[in-house]
């Protein structure tokens, strides 16, 4: 009998062990609000009207995630992160499956390797040095094609340094998976990012090829933004060609209670398009739970071939954002979006109605609520 409880006990410890050695968190944002924005499209009509609902992802997208790690020993972990996002509004997923976010992989004293489905350093210097931190999806025009909102690499291997006093590097590569034509819809990307006290920086690089299977997904929004066809795409651009170049840096400062950023985009569209995307911003923390927000973006595209005129937009920016707790928090957003000579302003699939002279305006504003889990 004494050594059966012996036993017991001993399977008990290994178990608790084993137990510790691992984890799953379950988290996710859910982030909905009351939304206007007028100049709107109206169904079977070349007019405009305002629209009003209850949309969700005004800042974050919503989104249910499941992640992980298993303490491998040695100073080893695997790891896996799964994120799908969702409309809170109609409780409709958004994509299909872990569209946001699929990934396993190894980290350890050399840094972090990653597999699967996963977004590239443009995506993190955008959620923690540029207006997407605090405005989220409002500043998704000016940003249409510069990759700071989570455009997506699939059939990808990322490598991520491990701190080095503040400074963090990365490198991307994206497999087109084309038999026979390797360079077709592969892509890659580098860069790194410095946070150490007040000063953040970043620099990163990201181009990508047109293929059957592009690994960037960024092509969806070349598309819409130029309004070709994916065949027409792929007449300018023939299989293993680039159809993608993106250069992006920019710095912040937290200057006592203010963080102040600024950062600059070059994005080229070979044989189509080139656009440079400047923006500043500022978050003021009037009291520690209540925060005001401020930004503008300019975008210039020119279009190769074309001497006419030349298609600009900005976007001017403003909010109040107010914590409940460190998970809640309330929002009031407005911006003011100007387009001329063909720019696109507003919902990116859904842009504004553009008058006779290819100018075009819109003005949205937004009232919500955001928890994280």
């Given at each position: ?30 982030d ?46 695997a ?28 980290a ?67 497999f087109?998976?084309?038999a ?15 946070a ?62 203010a ?85 696109l ?29």
């Open positions: 009998m004494k050594k059966s409880l012996i036993a017991l006990a001993a399977l008990g410890t290994i178990a608790s062990a084993a137990q510790a050695q691992s984890s799953v968190t379950i988290y996710g944002t859910v909905t609000g009351i939304t206007f924005s007028n100049h709107n499209a109206r169904t079977g009509t070349a007019s405009n009207g305002n629209k009003f609902g209850v949309d969700s992802g005004n800042i974050d997208t919503s989104r249910l995630g499941f992640k992980g790690t298993e303490d491998l020993g040695g100073g080893l972990k790891l896996f992160q799964l994120e799908a996002g969702f409309k809170n509004d109609t409780g409709a997923f958004d994509g299909q499956g872990f569209a946001r976010k699929s990934v396993v992989g190894l350890g004293t050399f840094g972090t390797v990653t597999l699967g489905r996963q977004s590239d350093i443009l995506d993190d210097a955008g959620h923690a040095f540029t207006s997407v931190k605090d405005f989220g999806n409002f500043v998704g025009s000016p940003h249409a094609l510069d990759r700071l909102e989570g455009i997506r690499t699939q059939n990808s291997i990322r490598y991520d340094s491990m701190n080095l006093s503040g400074f963090t590097g990365s490198l991307i590569y994206g087109g998976e084309t026979g034509h390797t360079t077709a819809g592969q892509s890659f990307g580098a860069g790194g990012t410095y150490n006290g007040p000063l953040g920086l970043y620099a990163g690089y990201y181009q990508s090829k047109f293929g059957a299977t592009p690994s960037d997904t960024l092509i969806s929004s070349i598309t819409a933004l130029t309004g070709l066809t994916p065949a027409q795409l792929a007449a300018a651009n023939l299989d293993g060609t680039t159809v993608n170049k993106t250069f992006s840096l920019g710095a912040s400062y937290q200057a006592g209670p963080r102040l950023y600024g950062n600059w985009s070059r994005v080229n569209v070979p044989d189509l398009l080139k656009q440079n995307i400047f923006e500043l911003g500022a978050d003021y923390a009037v009291t520690a739970p209540m925060h005001l927000l401020a930004a503008v973006q300019h975008t210039k595209t020119s279009i190769d071939g074309s001497q006419g005129s030349k298609p600009s937009a900005t976007q001017f920016n403003l909010g109040l954002d107010y914590y409940l707790s460190k998970r809640t928090d309330l929002y009031t957003l407005a911006s003011y979006a100007k387009g001329r000579n063909g720019a302003v507003g919902n990116i699939s859904a842009p504004a109605v553009q008058g006779d002279n290819g100018n075009s305006s819109q003005t949205a504003i937004a009232v919500g609520i955001r928890h994280k889990f």
